[in-house]
């Protein structure tokens, strides 16, 4: 029996046709929507006179434009466009009899949280969602992608959507990874290793001894930022972790079905052996708490190191650092640690779940946030939430000096209140540090774990979490 890579194995199993232009018609098992990208969508079927062709595999939630102060939360929000859009989405879902997770539900979210948590996530299906961020999703063994506006027409309105097949690379991560070291910090590492470019025309299969040990929350976060480095697809194999995550979730199947399901899940799994276009290994061990120093998140370094003098720099990447040094007034050779921060953020769909919390608390416990600092936590869901505050972690962040607030992306993209100002700058467990991101044009990001942000915050600038919380 011929070996495959689960990336052949999903994409022949959903493939519908081959186009006469050589791409692949994909069967979509799940669409995700939220208010972003929708209504366009919606409005363009409107204009086709086309139905939403599978209703019941559409799951929509909302999450860029809510405000996550609960003082600001009570609708009508103060920003109209916001509510246009929140109001078009529950329109959409109500008029189309999609399930919507709406504000009052108990489960809103950003929607790569709500996915998984609700066991809508599962290993072997295709998914899409008009968000860069659905590789989220691979980390159950699915082929998860984000797509725009009128591909997210196309699959309303067909169920389906033609790709070009991409190259298989395994990235694989071996050995273990020292106390300190999060799933953030190996994203980072490899983003950073393989250029923000690196993974372009490749789906990315994260494999290894690293991923093998990391629970589902971490693996979630890895392959969040799949992107970020190229790759439209990044996923690990489905194993027994993938399993006991999903295991009576809402969604989930139940009873006889469920022993069906896991036995197809797992069969998804890359046969030992199989082929690969390429094989990148990088070991555990080379691996600190990584921080972006740039505009891009490869433009990162560990948080002992300095960000790197101009001539360490490869030549065609040398305009493009002098543009991050500007930006961020940063020197280069200068140590990155002992950058003073203004605002220090956990949340988002790379870090915004319980698991994150939870590591994070346990430093900020006792501890108190440096004068000056505005830090906010913004649990990812309303789930994540609810279990946070079950633990008490709300608690613990407030009596250190965090606000807690309500779910939703807050500001990692700031479409809702919470921005920077001017020339700010903040140490955030979001995914992306691009110029202008986090809602001022000149506001600066340094990307890192939520246990690196705490230490941020604690100290007012850039820490090695390590030395500071003695994590040996
Ligand atoms: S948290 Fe950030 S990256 Fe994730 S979906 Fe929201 S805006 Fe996009």
Known sequence: MTKKSLFDKVWEAHSVRTLPNGQTQLFIDTHLLH????????????????????????????????????????????????????????????????????????????????????????PGCTITCGDSHTATHGAFGAL????????????????TLSFAKPRLRRVQVDGKLAPGVYAKDVILHLIRK???????????????????????????????????????FGYINPDQTTVEYLKGRPYAPKGAAWDEAVKNWLSYASDEGCHYDEIIKFRAEDIAPTVTWGINPAQAVAVDEKIPALCEI???????????????????????????????????????????????????KGKQVAAGVKALIVPG?????????????????????????EAGCSMCLAMNPDKLVGRQLCASSSNRNFKGRMG?????????????????????????ARKLFGIA
């Open 194 to 232: 393989m250029g923000v470019n690196g993974a372009q025309g490749f789906a990315h299969e994260y494999a290894g001894e690293v991923f093998d040990n990391m629970d589902m929350e971490g693996r979630m976060t890895v392959c969040n930022m799949a992107i970020e480095g190229g790759a439209r």
């Open 35 to 122: 208010e972003v990208t929708s209504p366009q969508a919606f409005g363009m079927l409107r204009d086709l006179n086309l139905p939403v062709l599978y209703p019941q595999r559409t799951f929509a939630t909302v999450d860029h434009v809510i405000p996550t102060d609960s003082a600001q939360r009570q609708e009508p929000y103060a920003d109209e466009l916001a509510v246009a859009m929140l109001n078009e989405l529950r329109k959409n879902c109500k008029e189309n009899n999609i399930r919507f997770f709406d504000v009052t539900s108990g489960g809103q979210g950003v929607i790569h949280i709500v996915g998984p948590e609700e066991g809508i996530t599962q």
């Open 440 to 464: 001022s044009p000149t506001g600066r990001t340094i990307l890192m774990s939520p246990v690196m942000v705490v230490a941020a915050a604690i100290t007012g600038e850039i820490t090695d």
């Open 381 to 405: 869901s309303q789930i994540v939430d609810k279990l946070a505050r079950e633990e008490g972690l709300d608690k613990i962040f407030t009596d250190a000096g965090f606000q807690w607030r």
């Open 144 to 159: 998860a992608f984000g797509i725009g506006t009128s591909q997210v027409r196309d699959v309303l309105a067909s169920q």
């Open 314 to 364: 490869p030549a065609d990447e040398r305009a493009g650092a002098e543009e991050a040094f500007e930006y961020m007034q940063l020197s280069p050779g200068q140590p990155v640690a002992g950058t003073k921060i203004d605002v220090a953020f956990i949340g988002s769909c790379t870090n915004g779940r319980l698991s994150d919390l939870r590591e994070a608390a346990k430093y900020a």
